[in-house]
Protein backbone atom coordinates (compact mmCIF):
# COMPACT_ATOMS: atom_id res chain seq x y z
CA UNK A 1 0.00 0.00 0.00
CA UNK A 2 1.33 3.30 -0.48
CA UNK A 3 0.41 6.67 -2.20
CA UNK A 4 2.01 8.83 -4.47
CA UNK A 5 3.26 12.59 -4.64
CA UNK A 6 3.53 14.74 -7.38
CA UNK A 7 7.64 16.78 -7.07
CA UNK A 8 6.83 19.81 -8.93
CA UNK A 9 8.92 23.23 -9.27
CA UNK A 10 12.30 23.79 -7.43
CA UNK A 11 14.00 23.32 -4.35
CA UNK A 12 11.84 24.62 -1.83
CA UNK A 13 8.51 23.22 -4.05
CA UNK A 14 9.81 20.01 -3.49
CA UNK A 15 10.39 19.78 0.32
CA UNK A 16 7.09 20.90 0.67
CA UNK A 17 5.92 18.17 -1.47
CA UNK A 18 8.18 15.55 0.51
CA UNK A 19 7.37 16.75 3.97
CA UNK A 20 3.54 16.59 3.00
CA UNK A 21 3.40 13.04 1.70
CA UNK A 22 5.80 12.06 4.24
CA UNK A 23 3.35 13.13 6.94
CA UNK A 24 0.21 11.95 5.01
CA UNK A 25 2.14 8.45 4.47
CA UNK A 26 2.72 7.93 8.11
CA UNK A 27 -0.68 9.10 9.29
CA UNK A 28 -2.40 6.57 6.45
CA UNK A 29 0.29 3.96 7.20
CA UNK A 30 1.45 3.57 3.83
CA UNK A 31 4.42 3.84 1.73
CA UNK A 32 5.78 7.21 0.15
CA UNK A 33 6.44 7.06 -3.96
CA UNK A 34 7.27 10.11 -5.57
CA UNK A 35 6.57 10.94 -9.18
CA UNK A 36 10.09 12.73 -10.07
CA UNK A 37 9.28 13.11 -13.67
CA UNK A 38 11.04 16.26 -14.87
CA UNK A 39 10.16 16.19 -18.25
CA UNK A 40 6.90 18.14 -18.03
CA UNK A 41 6.75 21.75 -18.95
CA UNK A 42 4.71 23.65 -16.24
CA UNK A 43 2.58 26.97 -17.48
CA UNK A 44 5.45 27.37 -19.75
CA UNK A 45 8.63 26.49 -17.31
CA UNK A 46 10.22 23.52 -18.22
CA UNK A 47 10.56 21.35 -14.31
CA UNK A 48 13.40 21.76 -12.13
CA UNK A 49 15.49 19.03 -11.52
CA UNK A 50 15.08 16.79 -9.00
CA UNK A 51 16.97 17.94 -5.62
CA UNK A 52 16.02 16.08 -2.77
CA UNK A 53 19.14 13.22 -3.10
CA UNK A 54 21.22 16.12 -1.57
CA UNK A 55 19.53 15.53 1.35
CA UNK A 56 18.87 12.32 3.83
CA UNK A 57 15.66 12.10 2.19
CA UNK A 58 13.86 8.58 1.64
CA UNK A 59 13.33 8.82 -1.95
CA UNK A 60 11.14 5.77 -3.51
CA UNK A 61 9.97 6.71 -6.98
CA UNK A 62 6.83 5.96 -8.82
CA UNK A 63 6.81 3.61 -11.19
CA UNK A 64 3.23 3.76 -13.54
CA UNK A 65 1.77 0.24 -12.50
CA UNK A 66 1.60 1.88 -9.07
CA UNK A 67 -1.84 3.73 -9.72
CA UNK A 68 -3.16 1.18 -12.35
CA UNK A 69 -0.81 4.05 -15.32
CA UNK A 70 -2.52 6.94 -13.73
CA UNK A 71 1.31 8.14 -13.21
CA UNK A 72 1.57 8.10 -16.81
CA UNK A 73 -1.22 9.92 -17.82
CA UNK A 74 -0.46 13.27 -15.26
CA UNK A 75 3.17 13.33 -16.71
CA UNK A 76 1.29 14.05 -19.68
CA UNK A 77 -0.63 16.76 -18.83
CA UNK A 78 -2.54 18.09 -22.32
CA UNK A 79 -4.13 14.83 -22.35
CA UNK A 80 -4.48 14.59 -18.77
CA UNK A 81 -6.29 17.91 -18.39
CA UNK A 82 -8.56 16.84 -21.51
CA UNK A 83 -9.71 13.95 -20.13
CA UNK A 84 -10.28 15.34 -16.50
CA UNK A 85 -12.33 19.20 -17.41
CA UNK A 86 -13.54 18.32 -20.97
CA UNK A 87 -14.72 14.78 -19.77
CA UNK A 88 -15.70 15.46 -17.02
CA UNK A 89 -13.60 12.51 -15.15
CA UNK A 90 -13.31 14.15 -11.52
CA UNK A 91 -15.90 11.81 -9.86
CA UNK A 92 -14.09 8.67 -11.83
CA UNK A 93 -10.57 9.86 -10.48
CA UNK A 94 -11.52 10.50 -7.01
CA UNK A 95 -10.88 7.49 -5.79
CA UNK A 96 -7.18 7.72 -6.68
CA UNK A 97 -6.78 11.65 -7.70
CA UNK A 98 -6.53 14.37 -4.70
CA UNK A 99 -5.56 17.63 -6.16
CA UNK A 100 -4.66 20.34 -3.87
CA UNK A 101 -7.87 21.91 -3.71
CA UNK A 102 -7.34 25.56 -1.77
CA UNK A 103 -3.63 27.07 -0.79
CA UNK A 104 -5.02 27.23 3.19
CA UNK A 105 -4.56 23.63 5.13
CA UNK A 106 -7.05 21.12 4.02
CA UNK A 107 -7.35 18.55 6.41
CA UNK A 108 -9.26 15.79 4.60
CA UNK A 109 -5.72 15.37 3.20
CA UNK A 110 -5.19 12.75 6.39
CA UNK A 111 -8.57 11.09 4.89
CA UNK A 112 -7.79 9.52 2.59
CA UNK A 113 -6.68 5.54 1.01
CA UNK A 114 -3.60 3.91 -0.36
CA UNK A 115 -3.11 4.42 -3.96
CA UNK A 116 -3.56 8.08 -3.99
CA UNK A 117 -2.25 10.63 -6.22
CA UNK A 118 -1.79 13.62 -4.72
CA UNK A 119 -0.95 16.69 -6.71
CA UNK A 120 -0.26 20.15 -5.34
CA UNK A 121 2.05 22.43 -3.92
CA UNK A 122 0.88 21.86 -0.14
CA UNK A 123 2.97 24.35 1.65
CA UNK A 124 2.12 25.11 5.02
CA UNK A 125 4.04 23.32 8.37
CA UNK A 126 0.46 22.51 9.54
CA UNK A 127 0.74 19.45 7.19
CA UNK A 128 3.77 17.93 9.05
CA UNK A 129 4.83 20.06 12.31
CA UNK A 130 4.00 16.59 13.70
CA UNK A 131 7.04 15.02 12.08
CA UNK A 132 9.46 18.26 12.74
CA UNK A 133 12.04 16.67 13.91
CA UNK A 134 12.28 13.84 11.88
CA UNK A 135 11.88 16.16 8.93
CA UNK A 136 14.60 18.56 10.47
CA UNK A 137 17.47 15.16 10.67
CA UNK A 138 16.36 14.30 6.90
CA UNK A 139 16.73 17.82 5.55
CA UNK A 140 20.51 17.82 6.12
CA UNK A 141 23.24 17.13 2.77
CA UNK A 142 24.45 14.72 2.39
CA UNK A 143 27.94 15.35 1.29
CA UNK A 144 30.24 17.98 3.29
CA UNK A 145 29.87 21.96 2.30
CA UNK A 146 32.08 22.82 -0.58
CA UNK A 147 35.18 25.05 0.81
CA UNK A 148 33.83 27.74 -0.41
CA UNK A 149 30.76 27.13 1.97
CA UNK A 150 32.68 25.58 4.97
CA UNK A 151 34.20 29.33 4.93
CA UNK A 152 31.06 31.05 4.49
CA UNK A 153 29.39 29.16 7.23
CA UNK A 154 32.41 29.75 9.33
CA UNK A 155 31.64 33.66 9.56
CA UNK A 156 28.07 33.03 10.14
CA UNK A 157 28.58 31.15 13.38
CA UNK A 158 31.04 34.19 14.40
CA UNK A 159 28.33 37.06 13.25
CA UNK A 160 25.17 38.28 14.07
CA UNK A 161 24.18 36.32 11.19
CA UNK A 162 20.98 37.61 8.94
CA UNK A 163 19.89 35.79 5.92
CA UNK A 164 18.34 38.25 3.63
CA UNK A 165 16.96 36.16 0.46
CA UNK A 166 16.14 38.17 -3.35
CA UNK A 167 14.42 36.02 -5.60
CA UNK A 168 14.60 36.96 -9.07
CA UNK A 169 15.34 35.28 -12.34
CA UNK A 170 11.66 34.06 -13.44
CA UNK A 171 9.98 35.90 -11.30
CA UNK A 172 11.08 39.17 -13.38
CA UNK A 173 11.61 37.46 -16.83
CA UNK A 174 8.30 34.85 -17.28
CA UNK A 175 5.48 36.58 -17.88
CA UNK A 176 3.07 33.97 -15.98
CA UNK A 177 5.98 33.98 -12.83
CA UNK A 178 5.84 37.71 -12.79
CA UNK A 179 2.03 38.25 -13.25
CA UNK A 180 1.53 35.42 -10.44
CA UNK A 181 4.57 36.41 -8.16
CA UNK A 182 6.04 39.54 -8.80
CA UNK A 183 9.07 40.24 -6.86
CA UNK A 184 9.38 42.19 -3.16
CA UNK A 185 10.06 45.33 -4.17
CA UNK A 186 12.86 47.67 -2.60
CA UNK A 187 10.35 49.22 0.27
CA UNK A 188 10.33 45.77 1.59
CA UNK A 189 13.80 45.22 1.54
CA UNK A 190 14.52 48.49 3.54
CA UNK A 191 11.42 47.89 5.96
CA UNK A 192 12.60 44.44 6.60
CA UNK A 193 16.23 45.54 6.78
CA UNK A 194 15.43 48.51 9.42
CA UNK A 195 13.27 46.58 11.79
CA UNK A 196 16.04 43.75 11.85
CA UNK A 197 18.50 46.65 12.34
CA UNK A 198 16.50 48.39 15.58
CA UNK A 199 16.52 45.12 17.25
CA UNK A 200 19.72 43.22 16.30
CA UNK A 201 22.72 44.00 17.41
CA UNK A 202 26.16 44.15 15.31
CA UNK A 203 24.23 42.62 12.18
CA UNK A 204 26.41 41.29 9.64
CA UNK A 205 23.22 40.29 6.60
CA UNK A 206 24.62 37.75 4.43
CA UNK A 207 22.82 37.95 0.90
CA UNK A 208 21.15 35.06 -1.04
CA UNK A 209 20.02 35.37 -4.82
CA UNK A 210 19.60 33.72 -7.89
CA UNK A 211 20.75 37.17 -9.54
CA UNK A 212 24.33 38.07 -8.09
CA UNK A 213 24.94 40.85 -10.11
CA UNK A 214 21.89 42.39 -9.63
CA UNK A 215 22.10 42.14 -5.56
CA UNK A 216 25.78 43.28 -5.55
CA UNK A 217 24.85 46.35 -7.22
CA UNK A 218 21.63 47.10 -5.20
CA UNK A 219 22.96 46.23 -1.58
CA UNK A 220 26.55 47.13 -1.59
CA UNK A 221 25.71 50.57 0.19
CA UNK A 222 24.10 48.79 2.70
CA UNK A 223 25.64 50.43 5.92
CA UNK A 224 26.63 46.95 7.52
CA UNK A 225 28.93 44.11 7.10
CA UNK A 226 27.56 42.48 3.85
CA UNK A 227 28.74 38.92 2.90
CA UNK A 228 27.22 38.31 -1.11
CA UNK A 229 26.75 34.37 -1.32
CA UNK A 230 28.02 33.19 -4.67
CA UNK A 231 27.06 29.93 -5.05
CA UNK A 232 25.36 28.88 -8.37
CA UNK A 233 22.26 26.80 -8.94
CA UNK A 234 23.95 24.00 -9.15
CA UNK A 235 24.99 24.10 -5.41
CA UNK A 236 21.32 25.46 -3.96
CA UNK A 237 21.07 22.61 -1.20
CA UNK A 238 24.43 24.41 0.45
CA UNK A 239 22.89 27.60 0.18
CA UNK A 240 20.21 26.14 2.27
CA UNK A 241 22.09 24.50 4.71
CA UNK A 242 23.82 28.22 5.19
CA UNK A 243 20.73 30.42 5.19
CA UNK A 244 19.47 28.03 7.84
CA UNK A 245 22.48 28.75 9.99
CA UNK A 246 22.28 32.14 10.42
CA UNK A 247 20.40 33.54 13.30
CA UNK A 248 17.32 35.74 11.89
CA UNK A 249 15.64 36.05 8.07
CA UNK A 250 14.50 38.35 6.09
CA UNK A 251 13.01 36.37 3.52
CA UNK A 252 11.60 36.69 0.07
CA UNK A 253 8.16 35.20 -1.58
CA UNK A 254 10.05 32.61 -2.05
CA UNK A 255 9.79 28.84 -0.87
CA UNK A 256 13.49 28.52 -0.93
CA UNK A 257 14.16 31.25 1.72
CA UNK A 258 10.71 29.61 3.50
CA UNK A 259 12.77 26.64 4.70
CA UNK A 260 15.78 28.62 5.37
CA UNK A 261 14.38 30.17 7.83
CA UNK A 262 12.27 27.19 8.92
CA UNK A 263 15.58 24.83 9.27
CA UNK A 264 17.32 27.46 11.61
CA UNK A 265 16.03 25.47 14.75
CA UNK A 266 16.38 28.61 17.21
CA UNK A 267 13.44 29.32 19.19
CA UNK A 268 14.25 33.56 19.27
CA UNK A 269 15.42 33.37 15.73
CA UNK A 270 13.17 36.86 14.10
CA UNK A 271 11.56 35.78 10.74
CA UNK A 272 10.76 38.45 8.23
CA UNK A 273 8.30 37.54 5.31
CA UNK A 274 6.57 39.77 2.97
CA UNK A 275 2.39 40.65 3.75
CA UNK A 276 1.49 40.08 0.38
CA UNK A 277 3.16 36.47 -1.33
CA UNK A 278 1.37 36.96 -4.49
CA UNK A 279 1.49 39.79 -6.70
CA UNK A 280 -2.20 39.65 -8.51
CA UNK A 281 -3.73 36.86 -6.67
CA UNK A 282 -5.69 38.37 -3.72
CA UNK A 283 -8.43 35.57 -3.67
CA UNK A 284 -5.65 33.28 -2.58
CA UNK A 285 -5.51 32.41 1.35
CA UNK A 286 -2.31 32.48 2.59
CA UNK A 287 -3.55 32.44 6.04
CA UNK A 288 -1.33 29.10 7.13
CA UNK A 289 1.45 29.89 5.02
CA UNK A 290 3.64 31.35 8.08
CA UNK A 291 3.98 30.19 11.28
CA UNK A 292 2.55 31.94 13.45
CA UNK A 293 5.60 33.69 15.22
CA UNK A 294 6.68 35.05 11.95
CA UNK A 295 6.59 38.49 10.93
CA UNK A 296 4.79 40.05 7.96
CA UNK A 297 6.02 43.36 6.72
Not at 14 to 36: C, E, P, R, T, W
Not at 171 to 176: D, R
Not at 272 to 277: E, H
Request: aromatic content about 16%; glycine content about 4%; hydrophobic content about 35%.
Amino acid sequence: MSIIIKTIGGLGNQLFQYAFGKAVSKKLGVNLLLDIDTSVIYQGLRVHKFCLRSFHTKVEEAKNSNVYGFVWLRRHKRIFNFLYHSLRLKKFTSSFYFPEKKFSFDENVFKQKDNMYFDGFWQTEKYFIDIENELRKEFTIVEPLSDYSKNISNEIKKTNAISLHVRRTDYVTHSISNEFHGVCSPQYYSNTIKYMTDRIESPHFFIFSDDYDWVVENFKSLKYPITFIKNGPEKNYEDLTLMSQCKHHIIANSSFSWWGAWLNPEKNKIVIAPKQWHKNAPKINTVDLLPDDWIRL
